[in-house]
């Protein structure tokens, strides 16, 4: 299994980036370009859209971690299409196809967090090293539930091409309500129990208070609840794959 996604790893690196002209760059272009419009438009409110840490890493902790989340799921519907005539080797699994996209996604948005942040630092911004290993776990949490995420649409979109569709306006609305480019402070208190009903606003503000502890956390922000959701994914899409594994391989 390990031969398996290693080898499938590279080859999506060579699909993805091989026909590109500027090849890699395009791992940080696009953070970089929503975080550089974000600043030039919201820059006069930073203050108040996210108080108690810069802007700009504000940002970072929740772009980069969403644009992870969302590509991971995107593409892992995709992963059995692709790579359907190499399950005629019985060594090689969708699941395989799978893990190696979402393993490939989280390394290549972990590498541009850790740029940016070095880039960040370098030019004199604040970052706190107290809680790396809370932040460490926050990365790990986030990945196994785009996994489970993925597990479950890979069985869907297999069945169902339409639910790519359905799923971009879905990543909308979750772009518009998990706190990426706003904080939940701003949100009247009324309001904000219903953004906590997003997994993903929890995890996002928990990355932020790991490297600005000024960084207040509002009532009702809880790890404990995003584990929860990592687990249910989880188990649903492993039930799902162990009973339509067959015929995500057969069908067309």
Not at 9 to 24: A, H, K
Request: glycine share 6%.
């Amino acid at each position: 299994m390990y031969s398996s996604i290693r080898a499938l790893i590279l080859r999506e690196l060579q699909t993805r980036f091989g026909q590109y002209r500027l090849g890699y760059l395009w791992i940080f272009l696009e953070p970089l370009l929503t975080i550089g419009a974000l600043v030039v438009l919201l820059g006069t409110i930073r203050e108040r859209a996210a108080p108690g840490i810069e802007y700009e890493i504000f940002l970072i902790n929740g772009i980069i971690p969403f644009f992870m989340f969302r590509t991971g799921i995107m593409q892992g519907m995709g992963s059995v299409e692709s790579n359907k005539g190499l399950f005629t080797y019985r060594l090689v699994k969708p699941v395989d196809a799978l893990i190696a996209r979402n393993i490939l996604e989280f390394l290549l948005k972990f590498t541009a967090y850790i740029s940016f942040s070095a880039i960040f630092l370098w030019f004199g911004y604040a970052m706190s090293f107290d809680n790396i290993l809370q932040l460490l776990s926050y990365w790990l949490i986030l990945f196994i539930f785009m996994f489970g995420c993925s597990l479950v649409f890979l069985i869907i979109a297999t069945f169902s091409r339409e639910i790519s569709k359905v799923l971009s306006l879905l990543f909308l609305i979750i772009y518009l309500t998990s706190g990426i480019i706003y904080s939940i402070h701003i949100i009247p208190p009324q309001y904000q129990a219903l953004l906590l009903y997003n997994p993903l606003i929890h995890i996002f503000e928990l990355m932020r208070h790991a490297v600005a502890p000024s960084y207040a956390l509002v009532h009702g922000i809880s790890l404990s609840y995003v584990i929860l959701w990592t687990i249910f994914t989880l188990f649903i899409g492993l039930l799902l794959y162990k009973q339509f594994e067959r015929g995500m391989v057969k069908s067309k």
